[in-house]
């Protein structure tokens, strides 16, 4: 899957920091600790009283006991050292700025190390968080409010302790000047109160769905009051912020690196949640020009490990001198989260894309079989789901809960969702072109009176072409869209495709100037309140937003607040699949392609735990091996 590197807002699993595995067995610690819970909320409720917990999950079940030393993916005993580095990315090939939390400028990527939140998530459970700069929480049964007790020794990268006056005024000045994407996640916060020094309120608007509200408000980056009552939060700047978490900011070459080392001074490093991770010194982001110039740095150990998005590289480009000869070692590993919703978005907010016909017939045009098969190397699946790969993705015809929560929307949705299979994408002919699919598209765009004119381009009642702009700033998609624009040319669409330069990708995204843009978004494990910003009617004109179609919806605003208000795992599960099935019914993208795993090379000196988990990459909880570093050096392998 190719990594368009659009989804420049933090994500959900940023914002949310809880989404792991619950239901082990029944004698482990993990059903203790699911005992413990369901226990204080019984007790809770009974008694009128507030549960009082180490952690909270959106399902009410903690894999993790409240005297846990650590987690069962990480090797508490990692040596600590070294430098981990990566190639910088994101929106574009460089960076201008170290404020990640408003509209302006292009990040660099890595800020969030910067970084703590109240609470911290497990990567082996898909919707628990633990405490972190909370000591522990309160909430009642119906989460109508939470309260952090905060750990009194916790303190910024610059000595000044933690307070929840820093809470509050995180909450105030991301709603007044974060970028739009806050305004949306944030809404159903009703105020913020500092209890006392230690001691912060969150409480929550009547009638909001509250099942994700503690967790939403647990995992927001503590920003330093006092460092911005002198410094202005809303404006793009490359100097060190002040932070929160375990490492700063060491080094930066403005759009060329970031370096971040360790705080030495970190007060949180023995945490459970921190046991086993930040075991490297430094982490190390370089930035290049182009693909091809970070592949090349990658042969020669320029940077030390690295994700791989182009098959066409996957398949043929690994076989350079540094990997036959056994230092930089290549694998695929198992990737337990939803695939990513890859694909063409297109934008509804031009007219001539408002009509779905007009949509499926540009769907129609893109050949995925003929695509795998010549550019792919075979090694990818067609994308069908904005939820692929889990149990989210709709399929069949919908029942239980899923056509209870659709049976409220019947007279909105047209009879297909209740009669016939989610749509998916028809499957062409390996072959360049194919007629069956040209006769379709031709058809559904003369219905939607587009008909064919002079010179063979396609025209509507008033005159007008049908025209259509794909733009990007990535030139290794050009072999893929060139040939999608080439078969949209031969039904009469007046297509091209345009390659800019990042910064102008960067704006005509953010304020969704463009009739057509690639992009991914990996979907949460346990989707919910960042639904808004991506599908929702609030997020369809707000600049910067994920909301790349355009997308406004009454029945699909209601479909999201329905997930969001979910009571059980599989009740969730049922109302995303029929958001799932309505999604799909309005072909708002051209789905791309996917795989349950990701591509890895990595030069040969680190050490990792034997058991990685399941909802991430792992590569947070590898360490710096001297050793093997040693010996690669000696060997020539190293510069």
């Known amino acids: 899957m190719i990594e368009t590197g659009r989804a420049r807002m933090p994500s959900p699993a940023t914002v949310l920091r809880a989404f792991g595995l619950a239901g082990l067995l029944a004698l482990s610690p993990a059903a203790r600790a699911q005992e413990q819970t369901a226990a204080a909320e019984a007790a809770a409720s009974d008694a009128g009283a507030v549960i009082v917990s180490h952690g909270i999950s959106a399902f009410g079940d ?77 909430y009642p049964k119906d989460r109508s409010w939470v309260v952090f007790d905060m750990r009194p020794e916790a303190t910024f990268s610059d000595g000044v ?17 974060g970028e739009p994407f806050y305004q949306i996640m944030l809404r159903d916060i009703d105020k913020v109160e500092a209890l006392d020094p230690h001691r912060v309120r969150f409480t929550f608007k009547e009638g909001a769905a509250k099942r994700d509200l503690p967790q939403l408000a647990g995992g927001l980056s503590i920003l330093p009051k006092h460092y911005y009552d002198t410094v202005d939060f809303g404006a793009s700047t490359l100097v060190p912020p002040v932070g929160s978490g375990a490492f700063v900011v060491a080094d930066v070459q403005p759009g060329k690196s970031i370096k971040y080392c360790k705080n030495p001074d970190y007060w949180g490093k023995d945490l459970p949640v921190n046991v086993g ?55 695929t590993i198992p990737d337990g989260r939803p695939s990513g919703t890859q694909g063409f978005w297109m934008n509804l907010r031009r007219e001539k894309l408002q009509d779905p016909r007009v949509r499926e017939a540009i769907a129609l045009m893109f050949n995925f079989e003929w695509s795998n098969a010549t550019l792919f190397g075979g090694l990818y699946d067609r994308t069908t789901s904005f939820f692929q790969n889990s149990p989210m993705a709709a399929a069949g015809l919908p029942e239980g809960e899923e056509l209870a929560v659709l049976e409220k929307y019947r007279n909105d949705l047209p009879p297909g969702i209740f009669t016939e299979p989610p749509y998916t994408p028809a499957v062409n002919k390996v072959e360049r072109t194919d007629r069956a699919a040209i006769r379709r598209a031709s ?50 669409i007046d297509a091209q495709y345009r390659q800019i330069d990042s910064a102008q990708m960067q704006e005509r995204q953010k304020h969704f100037d463009y009739d057509i843009i690639p992009g991914r978004i990996v979907m949460s494990l346990s989707p919910s309140i960042e639904l808004r910003t991506l599908f929702g009617s609030s997020s369809a004109d707000s600049p910067g937003t994920l909301n790349w179609s355009g997308l406004g919806d009454p029945v699909v605003d209601a479909l999201i607040e329905d997930v969001i208000a979910a009571d059980s795992r599989p009740q969730m599960e049922a109302r995303v699949r029929a958001l799932d099935r309505v999604l799909r019914s309005k072909q708002i993208w051209v789905p791309n392609w996917s795989k349950a795993s990701y591509w890895i090379a990595y030069w040969d000196v680190f050490g990792r735990p034997d058991t990685p988990p399941k909802y991430a990459r792992g590569d947070s909880y590898w360490w710096f091996d001297q050793a093997k570093y040693d010996k690669l050096k000696a060997e020539g392998a190293l510069r």
């Open 443 to 492: 058809k559904l765009l003369d219905e939607a009176g587009w008909t064919v004119g002079p010179g063979g381009l396609r025209k509507n009642a008033e005159g007008e072409t049908l025209t259509l702009e794909f733009v990007d700033d990535n030139a290794s998609f050009e072999r893929i869209i060139n040939p999608f624009v080439q078969n949209l040319r031969q039904v009469g």
């Open 62 to 138: 903690l894999a993790y006991p409240k005297d846990f030393e650590h987690f069962d993916y990480v090797n508490p005993d990692a040596p600590q050292g070294g430098t981990m580095s990566f190639r910088g990315t994101g929106g574009s090939q460089t960076f201008d700025s170290l404020n990640n939390f408003i509209l302006k400028g292009e990040p660099a990527q890595g800020l969030g190390l910067l970084y703590d939140s109240l609470l911290a998530g497990s990567a082996d459970e898909p919707d628990s968080s633990y405490g972190l700069i909370a000591a522990s929480i309160e």
């Open 161 to 177: 302790p933690i307070t929840a006056e820093d809470v509050v005024f995180t909450w105030e000045v991301l709603m007044a000047k």
């Open 277 to 331: 991770t930040n075991n490297f010194e430094c982490i190390d982001y370089q930035y290049f020009a182009d693909n091809t110039a970070a592949f090349e740095a990658l042969k020669v150990g320029d940077y030390l490990f690295h994700e791989e998005f182009y098959s066409s590289l996957w398949a043929t480009a690994y076989d350079f001198p540094a990997l036959q000869n056994g230092w930089v070692k290549r694998e």
